[in-house]
C-alpha cells in the first residue's frame, strides 16, 4: 500500500535512451496521477513529467519536452518515463511520486518511490 519501485536506470552515453518504469500497487496506481522528477548531485530536485489517473492528460518540463515522454499502463500498474535523445545535464535520481494532477507541489504528492540512478556521460 502506497509502496512505489523504480527501476530501468544505467549509464548511457549521449544521444543514447532509456526507459524508466515505476510500479505501485494496484490501488494506489488506480487511484492517483503519477509524476516523474530528478535530482542532480548538489541540486534541487525538479519536476519532469505528469500524467492524469486517466492517461488522457499529461504534462512535461520545458527542459524534457520532445525528448521525454511520460505514460502508464493500468493493467500492469506502471508508469513509464521514455527518456530520448539524452544530455549530460539529465543526469540524476530519478523519483516516481503519487499523488493528484499536475502533480508538482508537495501538496499535489503523497508517495515517493526511492529513486533509480540515471548517468549519462560525454
Known amino acids: 500500500q502506497g509502496q512505489l519501485v523504480e527501476s530501468g536506470g544505467g549509464l548511457v552515453q549521449a544521444g543514447g535512451s532509456l526507459r524508466l518504469s515505476c510500479i505501485a500497487s494496484g490501488r494506489t496506481f488506480r487511484n492517483h496521477a503519477m509524476g516523474w522528477f530528478r535530482q542532480a548531485p548538489g541540486k534541487e530536485r525538479e519536476y519532469v513529467a505528469a500524467?492524469?489517473?486517466?492517461?488522457?492528460?499529461?504534462n512535461h518540463a520545458d527542459s524534457v519536452k520532445g525528448r521525454f515522454t511520460i505514460s502508464r499502463d493500468n493493467a500492469k500498474n506502471t508508469v513509464y518515463l521514455h527518456l530520448n535523445s539524452l544530455k549530460p545535464e539529465d543526469t540524476g535520481v530519478y523519483y516516481c511520486a503519487a499523488g493528484t494532477y499536475p502533480v508538482r507541489t508537495s501538496t499535489q504528492t503523497v508517495y515517493w518511490g526511492q529513486g533509480t540512478q540515471v548517468t549519462v556521460s560525454s
Open positions: 500524467i492524469s489517473r486517466s492517461g488522457g492528460t499529461t
